[in-house]
């Protein structure tokens, strides 16, 4: 059973444009998510998060949306560049007493082109 | 810092045969996570710890899994015997007080 589910394995965005990567979760419990950007032979590194007492948190080009109430999340790239092309992990946790435990998405390969 | 060091980077092994994966968290960091990432099943935590101690190790597949963490600043990911089907990239992270992961490069282990 899928807890967090990103449903667009790929997406393709022109240099300049807005990118829109959208994530669903199925557990009321989360409390906290995190995007994370993934390159080739690579670990994946922390990009931005938020907590469910926000509803958006914003970083330079970088921006999380959150609806708890349809159980959404968004992550937008304002103005996307090439270099944005990665693969784009959305990851919950539900935070009560010491879990630390991450479920995380499948991941979105995002494309940037020229 | 140099990061959270993974070693080794590719490992070819025969089925069988006894695979270890080894770890170097960022120094100061309390947690420790072990992650395996396959295309069908995506990234999936195996095993954490929180200062030393495993704290949840329900997605450890088998019994043929275990990992350990001597000291602050070394753990181990021991598959015996290993099989095809744990060909997989390994990842390690460590974090503060479980604020935000920072990932190793990852182990790419394929099982022949």
């Known amino acids: 059973d899928q807890q967090v589910k990103q449903n667009s394995p790929s997406l393709s965005v022109q240099e300049g444009r807005i990118s829109i990567l959208n994530c669903d979760y199925t557990n009321s419990m989360f409390d906290y998510f995190l995007w994370y950007k993934k390159y080739p032979a690579e670990g994946p590194t922390f990009l931005i998060s938020?907590?469910?007492i926000k509803d958006k948190n914003e970083d330079g080009r970088f921006t999380v949306f959150l609806n708890k109430s349809a159980k959404h999340l968004s992550l937008h790239i304002v103005p996307s560049q090439p270099g944005d092309s990665a693969v784009y992990f959305c990851?919950?946790?539900?935070?009560?007493?010491?879990?630390?435990?991450?479920?995380w998405g499948l991941g979105t390969s995002l494309a940037v082109n020229p | 810092d140099a990061g959270v060091i993974q070693s080794p980077r590719h490992e070819v092994t025969e089925m069988g045969q006894e695979v270890t994966l080894r770890c170097k968290p960022i120094?100061?960091?309390?947690?420790l996570f072990w992650y395996r990432q396959t295309m069908m099943r995506g990234l999936e935590l195996l095993i954490y710890?929180?200062?030393?101690?495993?704290?949840?190790d329900s997605g450890m597949p088998e019994d043929r899994f275990s990992a350990k963490m001597p000291n602050a600043s070394f753990s181990t990911l021991k598959i015996q015997p290993s099989e095809p089907r744990d060909s997989a990239v390994y990842f390690c992270?460590?974090?503060?007080?479980?604020?935000?992961?920072?990932f190793g490069s990852g182990t790419r282990l394929t099982v022949v």
């Open positions: 938020i907590s469910s």
């Open positions: 710890f929180n200062n030393n101690v495993p704290i949840d």
């Open positions: 990851a919950a946790s539900a935070r009560a007493g010491n879990n630390r435990k991450l479920i």
């Open positions: 120094s100061g960091h309390d947690y």
């Open positions: 992270a460590s974090s503060f007080q479980g604020h935000g992961y920072t």
